[in-house]
């Protein structure tokens, strides 16, 4: 009973370099969600998919992409990553994006840019 | 525009003491509220949601909230606190399902700290 599972746990990269992040469910649910925390700033939504073949824009998308590859995957893409990109990802799911649907998270992902 | 205010970042209770995290929101409707703790180096866990009905919530580990419509708040509370409660509590609001928004708003989360 993985849940949600995202790839990698940890990444260091240079100014300008680019990488994705993975995100994958095994519970058949139809949201998706990309956050990012960081210290005193709480969960801030980047991007979201509310089923299959949707996405949109969430607080803060400037510097990112994503795609939902099937109703399983969601990544996050960094064309060209900035130290302010410099947090820790999650990814979540929801049966729906809408009502009092709970989300579940993966266990995150530490990105440090230099 | 939308906001969710946890105005504490830290709470410190000494081990079997009742506790309090507060949580208000600015949300037009009647939206869905929750609580999520989130443990060291762990993702978010659901602890527990207000839809409507009873002012009080019942959640996991003993964790109760209560939503006061009239103060806009949904403050969390534990009877007892344990050591193993210490961790980073944050509130979200959902705005009613007839809202364009469907985002979750997170609150900046509160570091709860409970000593023995």
């Known amino acids: 009973n993985a849940g949600v599972t995202q790839t990698p746990k940890f990444q260091v990269l240079k100014t300008g370099q680019s990488m994705t992040l993975q995100c994958a469910q095994d519970m058949n649910h139809n949201s998706m969600y990309w956050y990012r925390q960081d210290p005193g700033m709480g969960l801030r939504l980047i991007y979201y998919?509310?089923?299959?073949?949707?996405?949109d824009k969430g607080e803060v998308p400037n510097g990112y992409n994503v795609s939902r590859l099937n109703k399983r995957e969601f990544s996050l893409r960094l064309e060209s990553a900035a130290p302010s990109q410099t947090s820790v990802y999650f990814c979540?799911?929801?049966?729906?994006?809408?009502?009092?649907?709970?989300?579940?998270f993966g266990a995150g992902s530490r990105l440090t840019v230099l | 525009a939308q906001s969710v205010a946890q105005p504490e970042d830290q709470v410190n209770v000494a081990e079997g003491n009742p506790l309090t995290v507060k949580c208000t929101y600015s949300v037009s409707g009647n939206p869905y509220l929750f609580w999520y703790v989130q443990y060291p180096n762990r993702g978010l866990q659901f602890l527990l949601k207000?839809?409507?009905?009873?002012?009080l919530v019942k959640g996991s580990y003993g964790f109760e909230a209560e939503f006061n419509k009239s103060q806009t708040s949904f403050h969390l509370k534990k009877p007892s606190a344990l050591v193993s409660d210490s961790a980073l509590y944050f509130c979200?609001?959902?705005?009613?399902?007839?809202?364009?928004?469907?985002?979750?708003?997170f609150g900046s989360g509160t570091r709860l700290s409970i000593r023995p």
């Open positions: 207000y839809i409507t009905g009873d002012n």
């Open positions: 979200a609001v959902r705005p009613p399902w007839y809202s364009s928004a469907s985002k979750i708003i």
């Open positions: 998919s509310a089923s299959e073949g949707t996405t």
């Open positions: 979540a799911s929801a049966p729906g994006a809408v009502g009092a649907n709970v989300l579940t």
